[in-house]
């Protein structure tokens, strides 16, 4: 699986960005995708996921409630809605493919990433 994402860019504190994660391959489905982050001098962190048909979605703390993960898997495409920016949402954006159900916030449990994109929220 290939995954590429896009979608970032500057916006001001209190706008909406809608990211995308575009795959190949015809077992995209069988992937669960999720959305990370990384923001400079700091780790990469783990923002949301989406199980393998749609039906369940998880969140980290900081985007409950403002970020929505959706799916089409007829398109290959997940997105990230984001929603009510803040500067510290400013980061490069990368989206990350994994077989595994358990420990989808870790990294190293991802088998294939995208190669990211950036946001910035300026207040």
């Known amino acids: 699986v290939q995954l590429q994402a896009s979608g970032g860019g500057s916006v001001q504190t209190g706008n909406s960005l809608r990211l995308s994660c575009a795959a190949s391959?015809?077992?995209?489905?069988?992937?669960?995708i999720s959305w990370f982050r990384q923001a400079p001098g700091k780790e990469r962190e783990f923002v949301a996921h989406?199980?393998?048909?749609?039906?369940?979605?998880y969140y980290a703390d900081s985007a409950k409630g403002r970020f929505t993960i959706s799916r089409d898997n007829a398109k290959n495409t997940v997105f990230l809605q984001m929603n009510s920016l803040n500067p510290e949402d400013t980061a490069v954006y990368y989206c990350?493919?994994?077989?595994?159900?358990?420990?989808?916030?870790?990294?190293?449990?991802?088998?294939?990433w995208g190669q990211g994109t950036l946001v910035t929220v300026s207040s």
């Open positions: 989406i199980r393998t048909n749609g039906g369940s979605t």
């Open positions: 990350a493919a994994t077989r595994l159900t358990l420990g989808i916030v870790i990294a190293r449990n991802y088998d294939y």
């Open positions: 391959g015809r077992t995209f489905s069988s992937y669960g």
